[in-house]
């Protein structure tokens, strides 16, 4: 199970760390992944870490911004989210998949995280 929180309304150029607390699996063995979501479009990549601790991506919109790490005894993975912009407004994902470095699909989401961001 995975469990997202940390989202709220913040002005842009502020701050937000989002948190994902996941349970029952061996947390170590897992990569893991932020994605968001707006109305009426896809869900689009964020950011990403293996489950070695080493592969580590961002997508373009948000690097040098977005930091994500992960904390192996807590059992969460964080998103840093920096210098927000409006268009950073959307619901936020993680997600969970066994054994990935940066894979193409995770098997299991969490419930989402609303960030939104005033201009």
């Known amino acids: 199970q995975l469990q997202a929180c940390g989202g709220g309304l913040v002005q842009a150029g502020g701050s937000l760390r989002l948190s994902c607390a996941v349970s029952g699996r061996t947390f170590v063995n897992y990569g893991l992944g932020w994605f968001r979501q707006t109305p009426g479009k896809e869900r689009e990549f964020v950011a990403a870490?293996?489950?070695?601790?080493?592969?580590?991506g961002y997508a373009d919109s948000v690097k040098g911004r977005f930091t994500i790490s992960r904390d192996n005894a807590e059992n969460t993975v964080y998103l840093q989210m920096n210098s927000l912009k409006p268009e950073d407004t959307a619901v936020y994902y993680c997600?969970?998949?066994?054994?990935?470095?940066?894979?193409?699909?995770?098997?299991?989401w969490g419930q989402g995280t609303l960030v939104t961001v005033s201009s």
């Open positions: 870490v293996g489950w070695n601790g080493r592969s580590i």
């Open positions: 997600a969970a998949k066994l054994y990935a470095v940066l894979p193409a699909s995770y098997d299991y």
